[in-house]
């Protein structure tokens, strides 16, 4: 399993203050009766809660796909959240060919002393970690970003 990722580090300098409606942009109808307001939002304020701990990812792989997580996307990993059932992480899983990985993290056999990496997409296989195996949950995705259109 090549890595799946490609890491950069959050870069956080200057705020850079974005139009943003807090409104909301509605899915449904337009409503008429909605004033054109705008404000302005720091997208580093918003996706970064602890930003010595955050990094950024690049997904290359496609191994989450069914869970709208696709090659290209960016993600945004915080390594001060501490995993949970159901988190989708970044982990590393050692060995020759192993490397960085996104799954999501299932706990449930946690007692028997194993914790599972699974995929959301059938050709791939669920990876299982043990206490003699060599598995690092490297940080908890907080958000993903992909763009609309490729």
Same mark, same amino acid.
């Given at each position: 399993m090549p890595n799946e990722v490609e890491f950069?580090?959050?870069?956080?300098?200057?705020?850079?203050?974005?139009?943003?409606?807090?409104?909301?942009?509605?899915?449904?109808?337009?409503?008429?009766?909605?004033?054109?307001?705008e404000e302005a939002i720091d997208l580093n304020r918003e996706l970064i809660a602890h930003r010595e701990a955050t990094f950024y990812a690049r997904v290359k792989g496609e191994?989450?796909?069914?869970?709208?997580?696709?090659?290209?996307?960016?993600?945004?990993?915080? #390594?001060?959240?501490?995993? &949970?059932? @159901?988190? %989708?992480?970044?982990?590393?899983?050692?060995?020759?060919?192993d490397g960085f990985t996104i799954k999501e993290l299932d706990l449930s056999e946690k007692e028997k002393g194993t914790v599972w990496l699974v995929p959301h997409n059938k050709?791939?296989?669920?990876? #299982?970690?043990?206490?003699? &195996?060599? @598995?690092? %949950?490297?940080?908890?995705?907080?958000y993903c970003i992909h763009k609309s259109k490729r």
């Amino acid at each position: 399993m090549p890595n799946e990722v490609e890491f950069f580090t959050v870069g956080v300098g200057e705020p850079t203050a974005l139009p943003f409606f807090p409104e909301g942009i509605r899915a449904g109808f337009p409503s008429p009766a909605t004033d054109y307001e705008e404000e302005a939002i720091d997208l580093n304020r918003e996706l970064i809660a602890h930003r010595e701990a955050t990094f950024y990812a690049r997904v290359k792989g496609e191994s989450m796909i069914d869970a709208g997580i696709m090659p290209g996307d960016l993600l945004v990993v915080d #390594r001060a959240i501490e995993p &949970q059932h @159901g988190d %989708i992480v970044v982990a590393f899983v050692g060995g020759e060919e192993d490397g960085f990985t996104i799954k999501e993290l299932d706990l449930s056999e946690k007692e028997k002393g194993t914790v599972w990496l699974v995929p959301h997409n059938k050709n791939y296989q669920r990876i #299982r970690i043990t206490p003699e &195996q060599s @598995g690092v %949950i490297w940080g908890v995705v907080t958000y993903c970003i992909h763009k609309s259109k490729r």
